[in-house]
Nanobody
């Protein structure tokens, strides 16, 4: 079994900062791309940022220059530093990872965290 556990969400005023963390645990063989997605009320889930095992990153245009994704491969953890937060960043943030398990090391599968609420007040 594999689990992704997120932490770091909360309530912050516009212009403030938050740092999200997501730790993967379980029978992990390898983790490829990790990322963060978000879903606001009444909207579809959307990509925020992704990072490959080698450190290549990709960001949604709406967060470029404000958010930074990073990872610690030794800890199987991905982070999202969010600065200059805006009310429109309010959403449930989900961690995602492409993980192959010890039981099936060749094939990766998508795993999701339970989500953490980020609320930005104006």
């Amino acid at each position: 079994q594999v689990q992704l556990v997120e932490s770091g969400g909360g309530l912050v005023q516009a212009g403030g900062s938050l740092r999200l963390s997501c730790a993967a645990s379980g029978s992990i063989f390898s983790i490829r791309t990790m990322g963060w997605y978000r879903q606001a009320p009444g909207k579809q889930r959307e990509l925020v940022a992704t990072i490959t095992r080698g450190g290549n990153t990709n960001y949604a245009d709406s967060v470029k220059g404000r958010f930074t994704i990073s990872r610690d491969n030794a800890k199987n953890t991905v982070y999202l530093q969010m600065n200059s937060l805006k009310p429109e960043d309010t959403a449930v943030y989900y961690c995602n990872a492409d993980i192959s398990t010890i039981r099936v090391p060749i094939v990766g599968a998508d795993y999701w965290g339970q989500g953490t609420q980020v609320t930005v007040s104006s």
